[in-house]
């Protein structure tokens, strides 16, 4: 297991709101179930790019890093080509690349092959990007977010249909020998989720 700091949600705009990020990693870094990779804990993000400590992410995210001893691979919604000038990064996680992001409810099942056929160019993209950073490769079967207009008023869904986990599977298998590390995209509100579930035993979990 490993840490993944929701900067969507957590603050990130003083010196004591990265004091607390580094004290909750700490909280757990020695932890016997802590991922280890490269023989530091793991530590990953949702979005993070907002974050303003220091006058911009970069000063946000350098001063996080000097305080703690490990391998940092955020999922910054960011131009990927500034990954190399970022001496705090470590790796990256590609969190929109999980699925066709540009699909929707009425698209074709040509479109949607044609989509899910190219997703491993995000991966290669990336990979060249990174050069020796670590890149975690996203998966995941389907997502949907449903708020009315009374709260964040977003009602969509990343199209998962026609074997999408399947396909992304082989790829990611056969792009093995260039990246360690693989995520399965989970969520954990009511309002955005998917649900993989064994329907011989009826049952299911809500991820």
């Known amino acids: 297991m490993f840490l993944s700091l929701d900067m969507s949600s957590l603050p990130c705009a003083s010196q004591s709101d990265v004091q607390a990020l580094q004290a909750w990693v700490s909280n757990y870094t020695s932890h ?21 400590y220091g006058g ?13 001893n490990v391998h940092f691979a955020p999922a910054l919604f960011i131009d990927i080509a500034n990954f190399k000038s970022l001496s705090w ?7 929109n690349g999980g699925w066709p992001i540009q699909l929707n409810d009425q698209s074709s099942t040509t479109d949607i092959q044609q989509a899910v056929g190219k997703l ?19 998966v995941s079967p389907w997502f949907f977010t449903h708020y009315g207009p009374d709260t964040y008023n977003k009602n969509w869904i990343y199209r998962g249909d026609d074997w999408l986990y ?24 009511m309002s955005q989720r998917f649900i993989l579930f064994n329907a011989f035993i009826h049952s299911f979990l809500y991820v």
């Open 32 to 52: 016997s179930n802590q991922m280890m990779y490269n023989g530091k804990p793991l530590v990953s993000t949702f979005a993070g790019e907002s974050c303003s």
């Open 56 to 68: 911009s992410y970069q000063s946000a995210w350098s001063s996080f890093k000097s305080g703690l």
């Open 89 to 95: 990064l470590d790796g990256a996680f590609s969190w």
């Open 120 to 138: 491993n160019q995000t991966d290669n993209s990336w990979l060249s990007v990174l050069g020796t950073k670590s890149y975690i490769a996203p």
């Open 166 to 189: 399947a396909q992304r599977w082989e790829q990611l298998f056969n792009l093995r020998s260039r990246f360690d590390i693989v995520e399965i995209i989970t969520f954990n509100g």
